[in-house]
């Protein structure tokens, strides 16, 4: 199958408690796809500026990602975040946002990549998300997510969007925001009636519950003792779930779009690969730790993950 | 095996968003013993006033709780505790606590109650779990749980008896209260290296984290929709944890108290009972919902907890 992944593509500075890295590699599209591109390879729409290194895009280029989606705008700089961990990592402040005209970017999908089948829609104002997804006239399944500032202030552009997609990835404050309910199973279920058939509750270090049809999922994240920098910890999960999801689903065997099914099997393999996956990302600054470690590693942490819940083997 | 539980049982009237309940049954050593009585049977060490109802006593009783060791106060009324629990749960307010001369009671182990094998000393000062400890002279495992107020009021106390039990119960904010660790798995460890070789964090709605010799779990909570009343959460979890294991150990395997060794399986097992019945009291004020439920009940759960955790079949 082939996977698409829209989103940001970004140059960080983040401060945290256990140090600093001045301009790295950054943005969810950045996270999801090299995470993802371990499984299957990634097809990417985003867009640099001028000041983008050549480093960064031949790191995906090595890494199975498909580049050619990618718009470098030569008049402008790279969409730039600048951000602080505080209080041991239970605060997160945004210091400064330079969009150098990020904000007027509207991503298209090009010809080549018409018959993508995995869409995965990083965070976004839900309307371009939504233009994307129009333009993904083949996708069996596609899968979002969003963040706070879009719940608050475009609701009801947001809520038009979660009726088309398959999938939600979003995190356990923000369920709890975009649907009034304080307890998180009553939230997911909320917005598992807004449309997605399947909605991912990201709880960082408290793992992750899932609700699909005919399934409930509680998988506890990697009890990690070196977190260093927790930035793009659920866009990296989201890539090894949904990359995982594609290396293992037949293509073949998908019907219509709204009755595409996925085994519970491997349902419970992709989310602990995802697990496996962020818990890597967050032992460095940026993609640094992804860009250490192969398949085998994620293997041998899935195999923890494992043991944690109480599988004996 | 023969289990023990030392701690305290109350009259408590709880406030919730769901509900009230005004001079319902409480306190650890109750929802403790009612939670391991589904395993095995439980001789208990308390005290009660001249307002305490039969009742209770004999829904214990009934229960496989040994009574004979509960000091009957005809001079004084119960401990009694009112509390209220705000902001969808996320906040519980103390408003009043009446000791009753509950502060001046010093539990002591009767002889007939001298060869108590599994012992739990339920949240109470420390010197005074202290000496109830040294009482037990014939224990092999003693599981100790404590609370926020002690460790800042007493905690070179509870130090000293860290560095004599078998395994600590305990919240995962006091945990990082007590270590100054703000990261869990640190946390952890640190209290380790106190003394006990099993510490048992507890992270409510996100299940809990375990360490032991050769031994790291981390076990969802099941993800209920029912909340009523989470009063009791926590010692339900671990009466039903130490019950299990009590039942499934074999105390003719158990060599000197500091050798002794819990098989993982029976270990893994023991969290998940602990995980079922803690799900069920929160269903309910008091011991309300306990009581509507036997094992076959706590054994659905238990495979509830298995499949949300993956397993396949």
């Known amino acids: 199958m082939n996977m698409l992944c829209v989103g940001t593509l ?4 983040v401060e945290t408690p256990a140090g600093n890295r001045e301009r790295v590699l950054g943005g969810s599209a950045s996270y999801f796809a090299y995470a993802a591109g371990f499984y299957t390879p990634v097809r990417l729409i985003g867009r640099t500026g001028n000041d983008w290194p050549e480093d960064y895009t031949r790191s995906f280029q090595n890494h199975r990602v498909d580049w050619r989606g990618v718009t470098s705008d030569s008049q402008a700089k790279s969409y730039f975040w600048r951000g ?7 605060d997160r402040q945004t210091l400064e946002i330079q969009m150098h005209g990020f904000d007027r ?8 990549y018409a018959d993508s089948e995995i869409v995965f829609l990083a965070a976004a104002i839900p309307t371009v998300q939504h233009q994307v997804l129009e333009q993904c006239t083949r996708a069996k399944l596609v899968f979002a997510d969003t963040v706070d500032m879009w719940i608050d202030t475009t609701r009801s552009e947001l809520l038009e969007l979660l009726a088309k997609i398959d999938g939600l990835f979003i995190n356990d404050i923000e369920a709890k925001q975009l649907t009034g309910k304080s307890n998180y199973v009553q939230a997911a279920r909320s917005i598992q009636a807004m449309g997605p058939r399947w909605v991912i509750l990201k709880k960082g270090e408290h793992g ?12 506890p994240a990697y009890p990690s003792d070196r977190l260093i920098d927790p930035t793009g910890a659920g866009d990296s999960f989201a890539g090894g779930l949904l990359g995982h999801l594609c290396e293992n689903m037949d293509s073949e065997v998908l019907g219509e779009r709204s009755a595409v099914a996925i085994d519970r099997r491997v349902f419970v393999q992709a989310v602990k690969h995802g697990t496996a996956v962020a818990s890597y990302t967050i032992e460095s600054f940026s993609i640094e730790r992804l860009q250490q470690i192969n398949r085998e590693d994620i293997e041998k942490r899935v195999a923890q993950i494992d043991s944690l819940m109480g599988h004996c083997g």
Chains 1, 2 share one sequence.
């Not at 970004?10 to 500075?13: E, G, L, R, V």
């Open 105 to 112: 970017y509207r991503p298209s999908v090009p010809d080549f």
């Open 10 to 13: 970004a140059i960080d500075s």
């Open 208 to 219: 992750c519950f899932v609700l699909g049809p005919d399934l409930m999922l509680a998988i």
């Open 84 to 90: 602080r961990y505080l209080q041991d990592y239970q």
